[in-house]
């Protein structure tokens, strides 16, 4: 069974739109929640990351992201896109036991004018 | 350096063909993971070393696939008898611990002809 799971494979939006990027995990993985963005031929880079403490986490270009542990969600959003938002989104997850980084298939996020 | 470094950026083989991909792993980072990027298919976890505890295979495709991480820092993954379907990205990434955020390199492009 998958152990981190992203719901949307695309998600196309209009500039200054809000956006929601969907995660959710399984029992399988602990609380160690990371959320990695690619930008068009780039590397991944950290966003946020959720270890323990406050369940909303603040990230890099306005991006935040909220740990729900009753849903076992850890959903991305941002108030506003830019169109320079557009990159393909990773969320990932420590796997509880064999302590290895886990991503969800990634999400797409396509910024239109 | 100050990043994941890896070696080639670029790779162009035959079928059939060995490759050794290379990756320095940030200074002091204990877990380096190695990941497969295909087209929509996300990244696949490969392998992951931690310290000197035996390293996690269980994602490795394939016998042709191995990977050695020496005294610590250095790890090398090497494709035997190469397919066309291994042709991917192939990514790297560092963390100073298993829970900590990891670092990602630029990856290596690999097609195989």
């Known amino acids: 069974a998958q152990s981190v799971t992203q719901l949307d494979s695309q998600v196309p939006v209009f500039e200054e739109a809000p956006v929601e990027l969907r995660c959710n995990y399984s029992s399988s993985v602990s609380v160690y929640l990371f959320w990695y963005v690619q930008y068009p031929n780039q590397g991944l880079q950290l966003l946020l990351k959720y270890l323990s403490g406050s369940t909303l986490v603040k990230g890099i270009n306005g991006f935040e992201a909220e740990f729900n542990k009753s849903q076992t969600s850890f959903h991305l959003r941002k108030p506003s896109v830019h169109i320079s938002d557009t990159a393909e989104y990773f969320c990932?997850?420590?796997?509880?036991?064999?302590?290895?980084?886990?991503f969800g298939k990634g999400t797409k996020l396509t910024v239109n004018p | 350096g100050a990043g994941v470094s890896q070696s080639p950026s670029n790779k162009v083989t035959e079928k059939g063909k060995d490759v050794e991909l290379r990756c320095d792993p940030i200074s002091g980072h204990t877990a380096l993971y190695w990941y497969r990027q295909s087209l929509g298919q996300g990244l696949e976890f490969l392998i992951y070393?931690?310290?000197?505890?035996?390293?996690?295979k269980s994602g490795l495709p394939s016998d042709r696939f191995s990977a050695e991480r020496t005294g610590g820092s250095v790890s090398t993954l090497t494709i035997q008898r190469t397919q066309q379907e291994d042709s991917a990205v192939y990514l790297c990434?560092?963390?100073?611990?298993?829970?900590?955020?990891?670092?990602f390199g630029q990856g290596t492009r690999l097609t195989v002809v």
């Open positions: 990434a560092s963390s100073l611990a298993p829970s900590q955020s990891a670092f």
């Open positions: 990932a997850g420590i796997q509880g036991g064999s302590e290895k980084l886990v």
């Open positions: 070393f931690q310290g000197n505890s035996a390293p996690d």
